[in-house]
């Protein structure tokens, strides 16, 4: 995944926001523990409180005592930090705990709060107490008599009980994100699913194995693939107008031109030699210009089409059988070894060019044999025409393909054949190959000329592949 990807600003947005969510929660839980055990410390302090003043007794001579120990052993421990001490409203100290040793818990001067009162005071260590104290009137033999009960505890205890629970919770909250993180990685691959599945649909219209997106999308994807379809079927209305127009130029431009040449052999035969021949030569002009602007608009078209998987056995078996019927085709022996399965997604008629002008090329310089053979592998398919006639030198390899040249003038054709059929299979990606018989290694293995046409493999030919990896 790339910084570009969907998917990856997807998790990242999620793992943010996951990471944010579960920081959030741990300070809320944390706060809500603080809450918690405050409230569970007043309850306490209040507990002692009032075991406190049930247990303070004013003796006959006005003195304060404790006729029961409080049962919480912390109070008789020094400095275990939970205190109570008891003093007169003129702040005296009459009594206090054991583990207040020889401090006193020191309270606001001139407090004339009534009733319950919560506190934080210093202790004695200088550490915060949480202290609740209150006004006790007590009856007395001189008269009532009101005393100040404070209990206190350390507030370190707070603390300590927070950090404990922050690292209990921390191994939780750990295991909440993964979750979180598994559970957004499976949504994300979810949710972009009708992506890939439109991606897979594509391959498939460029393939040429379908002409439309098929299938269920959803709501939000669906709209896309209507416009899709919608382009798709207006490039194809595009295509079919273009090949028409180009079809009804060529049957337009080749009579006048088929007229043309009668006249001029009508001419020559007349004896009009130089203006017959220079009609002749501008009649082939133009019949090739025409020519040539036919393959460019099959080319525009077929870089523009999709077409369905086409089995190539049956359109090279066609071919051979017309071109047997030719004089010299019915001297050759023929060798089609092209398997059943092996199929192109190319236009018929683009095949059909291809393959009959490698063929028809073979026909002109085979001595006793021309073979065809085809073969598929990673890299994509290969169909390859061979013969047995006298080869192509090495220096001379280069030009085989350039539109006009001809190597043998002793031979008829115009040396376009060869050049068209490398236009053609260019516009599918492909391209031509040239394997000749040289003196310096081994000849081809007819002896004369190999045209190998190679097609690359299809996108929804690498993914079929890979999906087939993955499930072996």
Do not use: C
């Amino acid at each position: 995944m790339t910084r570009h990807s969907l998917r990856l600003r997807l998790l990242v947005v999620a793992a943010l926001a996951t990471g944010l969510a579960v920081g959030i929660a741990a300070v809320g839980l944390i706060a809500l523990f603080d809450r918690h055990v405050e409230r569970r410390i007043d309850a306490e302090l209040g507990n002692y409180l009032r075991q406190l003043a049930g247990d303070v007794v004013i003796n006959a001579d006005g003195t304060a005592a404790i006729h029961r120990r409080l049962a919480e052993p912390r109070f008789d421990e020094p400095y275990s930090g939970l205190y109570w001490q008891v003093q007169s409203t003129d702040r005296k100290i009459l009594l206090r705990s054991r583990s207040l040793w020889d401090t006193e818990l020191a309270l606001p001067a001139n407090d004339t709060a009534k009733g319950l009162r919560r506190r934080i005071l210093a202790g004695p260590e200088h550490e915060q107490l949480i202290a609740l104290d209150r006004q006790v009137t007590y009856g007395a033999p001189s008269g009532p008599r009101s005393l100040q009960l404070t209990v206190a505890i350390d507030r370190h205890d707070l603390d300590r009980a927070r950090r404990d629970f922050a690292v209990d919770m921390l191994p939780f909250l750990a295991v909440l994100t993964a979750a979180f993180l598994v559970a957004v990685w499976f949504q994300v691959g979810i949710g972009l699913r009708p992506l890939r599945h439109l991606r897979e649909g594509l391959q498939r219209v460029r393939s040429g194995e379908t002409r439309r997106l098929d299938g269920r999308f959803p709501d939000e994807v669906d709209p896309l693939v209507r416009e899709v379809n919608d382009l798709l079927l207006a490039q194809e209305t595009a295509i079919e107008r273009a090949r028409s127009r180009a079809a009804d130029l060529a049957h337009g431009l080749k009579t006048p031109l088929t007229v043309l040449t009668a006249d001029a052999a009508r001419l020559q035969a007349k004896g009009e030699t130089e203006i017959s021949t220079e009609l002749l030569d501008l009649a082939g002009a133009m019949r090739r210009q025409v020519d040539q602007e036919l393959v460019r608009a099959r080319i525009d078209a077929t870089q523009r089409a999709t077409h369905p998987p086409l089995p190539v056995a049956p359109v090279a078996e066609r071919l051979m059988r017309a071109l047997q019927r030719m004089p010299k085709g019915e001297t050759i022996t023929w060798d089609s070894g092209i398997p059943p399965e092996i199929t192109l997604a190319v236009d018929p008629d683009d095949l059909a060019e291809m393959l009959g002008n490698l063929l028809e090329n073979a026909v002109k310089w085979a001595r006793h044999e021309i073979r065809l053979t085809g073969t598929r592998s990673a890299a994509g398919t290969d169909l390859s025409v061979e013969d047995d006639g006298p080869g192509v030198p090495t220096d001379q390899i280069a030009a085989l393909g350039r539109r006009g040249v001809r190597l043998d003038r002793t031979v008829q054709g115009s040396g376009r054949g060869l050049a068209i059929v490398g236009d053609i299979i260019a516009a599918y990606g492909g391209e031509i190959r040239f394997d000749a018989m040289r003196p310096e290694t081994a000849p081809a293995p007819l002896g004369g000329l190999r045209v190998t046409l190679h097609f690359p493999q299809r996108p929804a030919d690498r993914e079929r592949g890979r999906q087939s990896v993955t499930s072996e």
